[in-house]
Every structure is written in C-alpha cells, then in structure tokens.
T-cell receptor, first 112, second 115 residues
C-alpha cells in the first residue's frame, strides 16, 4: 500500500508480548484499522482507531498517534494460533474515499 | 448472516479466456469493494461501489477489467482477456456506513490462476 510501512516479518515466543508498528502518510486521515489474515484465508477485523490513544480488546490493543502518523498493534499472552499476517490499513477520504489502503502486512511467527 | 459470499473459490484458466468472479455482499451493507492480493504488491483496491454506483475505479489495471453491480446483492468482476499476470487472490468486501467501527467484512476470496 502507498505510504504505509510495517515490518515484513517478526518472530516471538508463545506467552510473550509482541508489538507490530505501522507508520503512514495521508492527507485525509479518517481511521486506522488492523486486520489479521491466516494463510489462505480472508482478512478479519481486529481493531479501529480514529482518535489518539490506546484501544484495548482482550489480548489485543492498538495505539494511534495522528501527529506522528504512527500506530502499533500489541499482542499479549501470545498463542500459537496468533501466527498470521497482520495488516495495517488507513482510510484516506481525500485520496481514496471510503476504501482502505493496506500495508503489505507483517508475518508473525509464534514459536513454542 | 452468511457473510460475504464469493464464487468460484478457485479458478484456473488459460491466457486469453474470459473470467467472471462473483460476489454477494452482506445484506444491508451499502458499500462493496473489490481487492486483489499478490505477494509482490499486497492487498490493493480495484474498485468500490456505494449503493450500487461505482465511486472509484482508479485501481482497475486496464480496460481488460470491468466490474458491475446490477443490484444491492450482487456484483461481478470480469477479466477479458485474462493474462498470467492477473493470477492473484481476488477479495470482495462490504461494509455498512455508520456502523460502530466502519470495518470492512471480507469474503473468502477467489484464487485465480491464469496459465
């Protein structure tokens, strides 16, 4: 996706905490989304931030700083089933309307 | 609700053939999106509709691609003629404006292979 950067790969241990960062550049910011995608499956919605701060949802939290063009997804108490690709996506009303611009995804491997 | 439905799930065709992908959005959703996913380019928007009207088709690669939405419960993406570089997973997604998170719900995708 254009101007959306996230690491390509990460590895973490079962039970640990991992933080996946995402930086973006937009002119008409209208929300940042995180999706999870298991191999061979469709992306599924994890979280949404439109205001600065932390949104917590069980083991997953997402943070946004609009002034810095920065977000992170925090996964706690990692489980083997968390091995997947994590996609950061931004809605930019000025450039792409109601569609989402996706980063290329971070492939997370959780090891025993 | 059954979620977003796409067909076929897999399609293998030869270069030059016409390919038609189908999508049924979630009932009541007023936005429908077609995305394409490849290893090299990730997930990219092709086109999206609002209330059956195409809003942004700037992501459609070229004239070989066309999309229609004749009613609120059905959309097609057609490739004619198909080329090997069109091989990808094509996702359809829908959402309802005004919902709490405005998130898009994705269908299972169609994996297209053009030989």
């Amino acid at each position: 996706g254009q101007n959306i950067d996230q690491p390509t790969e990460m590895t973490a241990t079962e039970g640990a905490i991992v933080q996946i960062n995402c930086t973006y550049q937009t002119s008409g910011f209208n929300g940042l989304f995180w999706y999870q995608q298991h191999a061979g499956e469709a992306p599924t919605f994890l979280s949404y931030n439109v205001l600065d701060g932390l949104e917590e949802k069980g083991r997953f939290s997402s943070f946004l700083s609009r002034s810095k063009g920065y977000s992170y997804l925090l996964l706690k108490e990692l489980q083997m089933k968390d091995s997947a690709s994590y996609l950061c996506a931004v809605r930019d009303l000025l450039n792409s309307g109601y569609a989402l611009n996706f980063g290329k995804g971070t492939s997370l491997l959780v090891t025993p | 609700d059954a979620g977003v439905i796409q067909s076929p799930r897999h399609e293998v065709t030869e270069m030059g053939q016409e390919v038609t992908l189908r999508c049924k959005p979630i009932s009541g959703h007023d936005y429908l999106f077609w995305y394409r996913q490849t290893m090299m380019r990730g997930l990219e928007l092709l086109i999206y509709f609002n209330n059956n009207v195409p809003i942004d088709d700037s992501g459609m690669p070229e004239d070989r691609f066309s999309a229609k939405m004749p009613n609120a419960s059905f959309s097609t993406l057609k490739i004619q003629p198909s080329e090997p570089r069109d091989s990808a997973v094509y996702f359809c997604a829908s959402n309802e404006r005004g919902a709490s998170y405005n998130e898009q719900f994705f269908g299972p995708g169609t994996r297209l292979t053009v030989l």
